[in-house]
């Protein structure tokens, strides 16, 4: 198993290196970037623009003449960048390493996340490590709790379909599934917040924040209640589609195991169905649904994590990647990807990991990766 886990581990280096490389590839062709934003800002007016730039030699905006082909040059690639002083344009480049060449660039970005040394947002005063240390606990919070209701309702629920296949309530519970299923939880966000959270009913549950403005003061049992006051309503719009998704696939699962030989023979040695049920089947149907929960758990953070973050008004890193795009933030945008790129290949070592611990006859050692 050791040698199993080197070879995987070694294997991330190459696959995180092309991840890197295409995306950083993409972002050069992209249209736009955060040079080009801040001229529009700066064009605008925005006293915000001009005073993040500070220690630029751009005083005086309009003193190179428009017709001069030394400000032809150096704006020539900047649309809308006439009238600015090509030193000042040079001074924005070096800032943000854009004077180097494209190859430079992403080798010394690589070298720095080796270290995990992610530099400073370009639109925030704040370096990009401590950026993602603050939005972290929003989006773990919602990750994990949401991963762990949609497993824990849907996979006692998928078994009890499985076994009762065919019945009224496999029959009922599956038009309840596909209803949740078919809804967005975009939209049951909004339901949920119009009866429980002040909309036009009640008025149960916090529509900001992760916690409550006096949480230092309260005590421990307090400060648990709390936290999970305010996940109710966002974890169950989360989870309804995942729970939909967890619970068909589980049934499927476990009824294409019952139909198997070694069931039959089970039975037929004397063992009781739930001896059966447990001992033989779930480990092996138990096995695709493991594989399901790396996936179902990173993809938390992207999908809809960014619409329920906005509508509760929990600012996690789906908000942080959406707005970092928007903005052209590059350094937070590759820091997260870099981040969850790690993340998602770890996940799944330990979920390959947990194989093992399900069907202890399953050996990686024997196989190639």
């Known amino acids: 198993m050791g040698a199993y886990i080197a070879r995987r581990l070694l294997l991330m280096i190459p696959t995180v290196f ?15 970037g955060p040079i080009e934003r801040i001229i529009a800002q700066l064009q605008g007016s925005d006293v915000s623009a001009i005073a993040r730039v500070g220690g630029s030699s751009g005083g005086d905006f309009g003193s190179q003449a428009p017709g001069s082909a030394a400000s032809d040059s150096v704006t020539s690639q900047y649309r809308g960048a006439q009238g ?21 660039r992403f080798f010394l970005m690589l070298s720095n ?89 009640l008025d149960w549950f916090p529509l900001r924040g992760l916690t409550s403005d006096n949480w ?78 790396p996936g179902a758990f990173i993809s938390s953070f992207f999908t809809g994590a960014l619409l329920i973050e906005t509508i509760f008004s929990l600012d996690g890193l789906g908000l942080l990647s959406f707005e970092s795009i928007v903005n052209r933030d590059y350094p937070v945008v590759f820091a997260t990807l870099y981040i969850f790129s790690l993340m998602g290949l770890l996940v799944n070592l330990i979920s390959d990991l947990t194989y093992t611990w399900v069907d202890p006859r399953i050996d990686f050692e024997s196989r190639d990766v």
């Open 84 to 104: 600015l002083d090509p030193e000042f344009i040079k001074e924005l480049e070096r800032q943000f390493g854009f004077d180097k060449p494209a190859h430079e």
């Open 113 to 201: 996340y080796l270290t995990f040394n992610f530099g400073e947002s370009y639109f925030r005063d704040i370096s990009v490590i401590e950026l993602i240390k603050e939005k972290m606990p929003v989006s773990i919070s919602l990750g994990l709790w949401m991963t762990l209701l949609s497993y824990a309702i849907s996979i006692p629920l998928g078994i009890a379909k499985a076994t009762r296949d065919g019945s009224r309530f496999d029959t009922w519970t599956s038009a309840i599934v596909i209803i949740g299923y078919a809804i967005p939880g975009f939209l049951f966000a909004v339901l949920l917040i119009v009866l429980f959270a002040g909309g036009s009913f």
């Open 18 to 32: 092309g991840i890197m490389l295409v995306s950083f590839a993409i972002v050069q062709f992209a249209p736009g």
């Open 216 to 293: 230092a003061q309260l005590s421990w049992p307090e400060r648990i209640l709390d936290y999970f006051w305010h996940l109710a309503l966002p974890i169950t719009a989360m989870a309804l589609g995942a729970f939909a998704t967890t619970t068909l696939l589980t049934k499927n699962s476990f009824l294409d195991e019952i139909r198997k030989q070694y069931v039959l023979t089970a039975r037929m040695k004397g063992l009781n169905e739930r001896q059966v049920l447990y001992g033989h089947v779930f480990r092996n149907a138990m096995l695709i649904i493991i594989a399901g929960f």
